[in-house]
């Protein structure tokens, strides 16, 4: 996720092409995944999140779920393409593929293809279900679920394991992918809230949904340990680099998740316990989720000043950039779970108001991403060869 490509001067963009380094690296077709990264998952994340807060809005458009609809299907296909690509890359390049897990910084990256196969999931349960069915789109999503949770836990292990035990890392080294291996489980805490009203009644449904408060606890608790470690990074080591800065967004990703989360466990706590208890769990979402609301309001504000800071004296863009959405996304979708438990019009408002913001970064940097990799194929490259 520390690629970058340098921004081309006006005279260049008139008319663009190939990067010299691209005819040299790239000769051969399997050479286009030699340099593929898990990082690569989070455009689906952050597409997939559109398309999912859309459908959640509490203010529905005409034409908005269509439209959400058709982004959810660019993001399926996305992580269809993706993911077969992925299969190439560890049968072309074995040595490469197995590389990333020992890199200190690469390997919190594992933490995003089972968030991408959860909002994939979620976005047919909530979308897919208009273009295949509610009975195969309950499947679709319980084996995405299931794949998406058994991957996000087994990343929220293995890479805090390697990182007590293996990397290498410096004082100062704190960041906002610390974030990415620990929060996969409060995906599917959120996801698997959505799939609740479709287990078999009794002990299925009850499992589920303390399964989920349980993974909510996980990523939780872990989430602010490491927010702990960044907020001493930033205030002992200041920003850093400029490529890494995007990366402070993913911070609102665990806030705006965990409040999703409560929210939608809470909503849908009456299909597995008793009135008096799921009347106390959509209370705890709303008790919980306006404080985190707070939090996150004040680091989207000192890290929308930090970026600007940044932009100001030069932002090259990376794969870093989809911080901007995936993690604003989950802040618009906590925000319509308030909206929809307190029926405050503020909190509609400003759903929508989230919503408009996460939609503007994301085709900011979906034009960004398919310029640098479909165009001029910087995005395939190492950062040795990259131009």
């Known amino acids: 996720m520390t690629q970058t490509i340098r921004t081309l001067p006006p005279t260049a963009r008139l008319a663009p092409r190939r990067p010299r380094a691209l005819l040299t690296e790239l000769e051969r077709p399997r050479d286009l ?5 898990p990082n690569w998952y989070a455009s689906i994340m952050g597409t997939g999140i559109v398309a999912n807060a859309a459908a959640t809005l509490p203010q529905q458009l005409p034409g908005l779920r269509a439209a959400a609809t058709v982004v959810y299907l660019i993001a399926a296909t996305m992580l269809l393409a993706l993911t077969a690509a992925v299969v190439v890359h560890w049968i072309s390049h074995p040595a490469t593929a197995k590389s990333h897990h020992r890199n200190p910084v690469m390997a919190h990256f ?26 195969v789109a309950i499947g679709i999503d319980a084996v995405l679920w299931s794949l ?24 100062d080294a704190a960041f906002g992918g610390w974030l990415m291996p620990i929060v996969p489980p409060m995906v599917s805490a959120s996801t698997g809230a959505l799939l609740l009203p479709f287990l078999p009644a ?54 705006g998740q965990s409040i999703t989360a409560a929210n939608l466990l809470g909503g849908n706590a009456h299909f597995a316990v008793d009135a008096s208890t799921a009347h106390a769990l959509q209370l705890f979402g709303v008790i919980y989720g306006v404080p985190v609301l707070g939090f996150a309001a004040m680091w989207a504000a000192v890290t929308a000043a930090i970026t600007l800071r940044t932009a100001r004296r030069g932002l090259p863009f990376s794969l870093t950039w989809w911080s901007f959405t995936f993690p604003v996304g989950t802040c618009v979708t906590g925000i319509s779970g308030l909206a929809a438990h307190t029926g405050l019009v503020a909190f509609q408002v400003l ?12 085709v900011t940097v979906a034009i ?9 194929g910087s995005l395939f490259l190492p950062p040795a060869a990259r131009t």
């Open 110 to 135: 594992y933490g995003a293809p089972p968030m991408a196969l959860l909002t994939v999931g979620a976005g047919t349960l909530l979308l897919g279900r208009d273009v295949v069915g509610l009975p």
């Open 33 to 37: 995944f030699r340099n593929l990264t």
């Open 202 to 255: 009794g002990q299925a449904r009850e499992t589920m949904l303390y399964g989920c408060y349980a993974m909510f606890g996980l990523s939780l608790i872990a989430s602010l340990v490491v927010i702990a470690l960044i907020w001493s990074r930033l205030t002992q080591h200041k920003i850093g680099a400029a490529p890494m800065v995007p990366t402070l967004w993913i911070v609102l990703g665990p806030l």
């Open 351 to 362: 759903a929508v108001l989230a919503f408009v913001a996460l939609l503007a970064a994301w």
């Open 368 to 376: 960004r991403t398919v310029h640098g990799s479909l165009i001029r």
């Open 148 to 171: 998406g949770t058994l991957l996000g836990l087994v990343s929220a292990v293995a890479i805090p394991y390697l990182t007590f035990t293996t990397h290498r890392v410096a004082p």
